[in-house]
């Protein structure tokens, strides 16, 4: 009787965090593969849950042994992705950071210098012409 109740608990656990995943905020900027990939992840955690005999057979055709050590090889792979695909997206958000601190350092040098009388507004005629013109 105790397992249905982990059962019970553990699956409503799961629906919660698929609830959270689907009414997020900006649940719209996801992927459509990382969502159908989530959803999938869920229906196999209640699987697990409702079945763990099953997950114990898979292990054993894999030469694994228990559930339990195919259900964690498989959460530490997933953690290792996660890891993996959050430094590039943090590498790519600091490349563009430098880039637009770079083009704001620029413009603001550009700025200061024009307003100091250094530097001057060439017209679509090439230098030596706004020379000659003088």
Sequence with gaps: MAQIWIKILLIAL????LLFFVRR????KLQANKRIGFILFIGMNI???ARPQDVTWVAQQLG???GA???LYLLV????????NFYLKMREADRRVTELARAIAV???ELVNRERGLLFEWSANSP???????
């Design 14 to 17: 799961v629906l919660v965090a």
């Design 25 to 28: 905020e900006h649940g719209h």
């Design 47 to 49: 699987y697990a849950i």
């Design 64 to 66: 694994v042994g228990r």
């Design 69 to 71: 050590d195919l259900i």
């Design 77 to 84: 792979i997933t953690f290792v992705f996660a890891v993996f």
């Design 107 to 109: 413009r603001d040098a």
């Design 128 to 134: 030596e012409q706004a020379r000659n013109a003088e």
